[in-house]
């Protein structure tokens, strides 16, 4: 701005109509008695672009099309997006079940069996069914007696034939005068005469020549003993084939007849098929699991080495003897009623075991034991061919989770994965189930920063969720958009089963939303913390027996919420009232003014005055911010103060060197001061100070400041005007006092009502400022001032007694440095004056000229000192 275009001060600035303070909803404006006449709505209010987004993402089928969804806590994105993927998964087709089965040829890898819809659970529910029977009719086969007569045959065909060469030997040898009997350790031969055997002495007595003969007769004997016993095992092993063919072939009747049906109703799926002729395999060689003795060993050749890797130890005993048949249905759907369509699911707690799945264990006599039936599903699994909602923070803070994610995602499978072998621990034999196949649309929710950050820093971020679904907190306000809002929380009481809104309440529920948006021109759409002042405000609703909520209600949910949080406030304005903090509220002074600040604590803020001085001297043109020499500024208010600088060295006493030293400080201030809300304040501190004239106390200022002198917007508007008048209407309000904000501000304003009111009956005043000028001239009295034809500033004026101040200050210093040290001035305080911000007068400077001014950046070698 030019100063041409400065206020004059010929027109004061008026105090803001009550209208402008806060605007009203017209309960007029509802055409119902209560919410329950209200349609419930379909759709999320005001959030066309995310609406268009998810819908892209939920349609679009290529690669990397998942979904980020950006939005503040509390917006109500998570249910919305929830609902919204609800009504398209309703319409879409149901995935395929998918189960986990035992491996006959490798027991540690798991087969996974992909059905169509509801067929898992049959074919489980065909299996037990099998099993069941089977527990019945192998015992009835196997116990018949025509198994048991066919049995006992080929019992004693074997020891027909066992029989028969002991007896060929032994008739032989009895004609060779031996015989062949059974004794303890097994079979002896020993000489006979007649009917009786001989003694060992009656044997040494006899001639040497028989005793040899009768030695080899025995030795012959004794050889073909030895080839009979030979042909025992071969006789048993053909008694036991012969056993074992018997079982092999009723077992597989039986089978066969058990299984026709299971077969038939799955003949369609081949990979069903090929496992249950597996089953059939296995039910017909271990026929003998049914029978009542489970732990007898069944009398089958033993199996030959297959080179594979030894399978983890199995649970073992009679309930556990035929877990091999169950199948492990980890997903199942439907094609009608609850279960249909595509799954929509939310994961709360994305750990890589409840994200993968995983496979427990249990104790089992001092050892972990598994099988594939304790596999457990993972979320993926289970929203496979729909949608998995995960918390992108909680996704990133479990460890190895969005790695498994991501490589689930690009390799468009899910395996799953122990922690230990991402941890590098001893290696321990386990499962290796089978990978299946991934189809799934991810919704990954986070805030727009973690997006942003995920964005630059993580390239695989990019490639896989290439669709963001931006949620808006905030929608304009009118008519068409309050009746969408007050739509959306009348079917948020009626599910709840919450009283309903009349037309008041509604209204208030309305004005609540336009205060937590901080803006008379928007609507505030974060469901969540308008749902919970609907909450509350039915509460109290029904405590005063109340039909439906009221405006009344509305008024008591919030302020209760308020008063539940608000001993810090209270604390706060206690010191202030007890003049621990100093703040006036009347009067005036130089060089001293009220700025106005938000504090924010959690869940609550609250705006409060805070005292701000200036002090100003001769010097180097140098504004010294106290607050950044602490080190307790910010970068932000640090850059309000240099603007300060430019300012005054750009309006006043343009042909003289800026030859002035200020101070400016927050009073009281103990912690960290940052923004540059507080920059128009100091200014007019600065001015008050520069042109001696007093400022009125009774005013509060809060505004941002350039170079060219325009009042810029600030945040928290409505709580620092606020946080001012709590303070003067605990002191007594006098119709005097008020807050100057930046004119831009005032389409932000929605004050309390009573604030408001207090506005409307004259007893305080809230001011809309442009320019600097119209507030120095509010807050002095005087006017400001402008340029006129000759250059000057007017007589009087604020900004004439600044310049002549500065002017002022300009000619005490070329005199001070042309000969204030020939004058006598050896005394140690008057050669230490000033030494900071004068050593650099030693005549090497152009006097005339204006002076250069002290870097002021972090990189300059001032601020490195």
Not at 335 to 342: H, K, M, S, V
Request: glycine content about 8%; charged content about 25%; hydrophobic content about 40%.
């Amino acid at each position: 701005m030019t100063d041409d275009s400065e206020a004059d001060g010929a027109a004061p600035v008026a105090p803001l109509p009550t209208e402008a303070l806060r605007r009203r909803c017209d309960p007029a404006q509802f055409s119902f008695n209560t919410s329950e006449d209200l349609d419930l709505i379909d759709g999320l209010v005001g959030q066309e672009r995310a609406l268009d987004a998810l819908t892209f993402g939920a349609e679009m089928r290529g690669p990397g099309f998942n979904v980020f969804v950006l939005g503040i806590p509390g917006s109500g994105k998570h249910n919305a997006v929830k609902e919204f993927l609800r009504g398209k998964a309703e319409r879409a087709p149901s995935p395929d079940d998918w189960a986990y089965v035992h491996n006959f040829a490798e027991p540690h890898r798991p087969t996974a069996l992909r059905l169509p819809p509801g067929r898992a659970q049959r074919l489980n529910d065909g299996m037990q069914a099998l099993i069941d029977g089977l527990r019945t009719a192998f015992p009835a086969v196997f116990e018949s007696d025509d198994y048991q007569a066919r049995r006992k045959e080929i019992d004693a065909g074997f020891q027909r034939q066992q029989q028969a060469a002991f007896s060929e030997l032994a008739e032989d040898a009895a004609k060779q005068g031996i015989a062949i009997m059974r004794t303890q350790s097994g079979m002896a031969m020993a000489p006979i005469r007649g009917d009786k055997a001989l003694t060992p002495e009656e044997f040494k007595a006899l001639p040497e020549k028989e005793q040899q003969a009768l030695q080899e007769k025995m030795q012959h004997l004794q050889a073909a003993l030895q080839d009979i016993m030979e042909t025992v095992p071969r006789l048993d092993k053909e008694r036991r084939e012969q056993i074992r063919e018997l079982d092999r072939r009723l077992a597989t009747l039986a089978v066969r007849r058990a299984m026709n049906d299971l077969v038939d109703s799955f003949a369609d799926l081949p990979a069903v098929k090929a496992y249950l002729e597996n089953v059939r395999q296995d039910l017909v060689e271990n026929a003998q699991l049914f029978l009542s003795a489970p732990s007898a060993p069944m009398e089958l050749a033993p199996d030959g080495s297959t080179g594979q890797p030894t399978p983890p130890p199995r649970p073992t005993g009679p309930e556990t003897r035929f877990r091999r048949y169950e199948v492990n249905v980890i997903v199942r759907h439907s094609l009608d009623g609850e279960g249909a369509g595509a799954p929509v699911v939310t994961d709360d707690h994305p750990a890589l075991g409840n994200l993968l799945g995983r496979v427990e264990h249990m104790a089992q006599m001092g050892a972990l034991v598994t099988d594939f039936t304790l596999i457990k599903p993972g979320s993926l699994h289970r929203a496979n061919g729909g949608y998995l909602l995960i918390d992108a923070i909680k996704l990133l803070q479990q460890p190895f989770a969005w790695d498994a994610l991501k490589r689930a995602l690009r390799n468009s499978c899910v395996t799953i994965e122990s922690p230990g072998a991402y941890m590098s621990v001893a290696s321990t034999v386990t499962l290796e189930p089978d990978p299946i196949p991934l189809d799934v649309k991810v919704v990954l929710f986070g805030d727009r920063t973690l997006f942003h950050i995920l964005s630059s820093q993580e390239p695989d971020f990019r490639e896989l969720f290439k669709v963001a679904a931006d949620f808006e907190e905030i929608i304009v306000w009118d008519e068409a958009n309050a009746a969408l809002l007050v739509r959306l929380l009348g079917g948020i009481c009626r599910s709840e089963d919450l009283l309903p809104l009349d037309p008041e309440g509604a209204a208030a529920i309305v004005e609540h939303a336009a205060r937590l948006a901080g803006d008379s021109e928007r609507l505030s759409v974060r469901i969540g913390p308008l749902a919970d002042v609907l909450r509350e405000a039915s509460y109290w609703a029904g405590k005063a027996e109340h039909k439906a909520i009221g405006a009344g209600d509305v008024k008591r949910a919030v302020d209760e919420g308020i008063r539940r949080l608000d001993r810090a406030r209270q604390r706060s304005h206690e010191a202030i009232l007890r003049d621990t903090m100093m703040i006036e509220t009347d009067g005036a002074e130089v060089g001293q003014v009220n700025a106005l600040s938000v504090h924010a604590l959690g869940a609550i803020s609250f705006g409060r005055p805070t005292r701000i001085t200036a002090r100003v001297r001769m010097g180097a043109g140098r504004v010294l911010d106290i607050e950044r020499e602490a080190k307790l500024g910010g970068n932000l208010h640090s850059k309000g103060v240099l603007i300060l600088s430019g300012f005054l060295s750009s309006r006043y006493a343009l042909k003289a060197p800026v030859a002035m030293a200020a101070t400016l400080v927050f009073e009281q201030s103990y912690g960290g001061v940052d923004g540059d809300s507080a920059s128009s304040t100091e200014l007019y501190a600065l001015l008050s100070a520069l042109s001696e004239v007093p400022l009125k106390q009774s005013l509060a200022i809060t505004g941002s400041v350039n170079q060219l002198g325009e009042v810029q917007a600030i945040g928290g508007v409505n709580q620092k005007i606020e946080g001012f008048y709590d303070i003067c209407a605990a002191r007594g309000l006098t119709g005097e006092q008020g807050v100057l904000i930046p004119a831009s501000n005032v389409k932000h304003l929605m004050l309390r009502e009573d604030v408001a009111e207090a506005c409307r009956d004259g007893r305080f005043h809230v001011y809309a400022i442009s320019h600097i000028d119209e507030g120095i001239a509010l807050l002095t009295g005087r006017e400001a001032g402008a340029r006129g034809a000759d250059g000057l500033f007017p007589e009087g004026s604020i900004n004439r007694l600044v310049e002549d101040r500065l002017i002022t200050f300009a000619e005490s210093r070329r005199d001070f440095g042309r000969g204030g040290r020939g004058k006598g001035r050896t005394a140690d305080s008057n050669a230490k004056t000033n030494n900071d911000e004068n050593n650099d007068l030693d005549g090497s400077r152009d006097e005339d000229g204006p002076e250069p001014e002290t870097p002021e950046g972090p990189e300059s070698p001032e601020a490195k000192e």
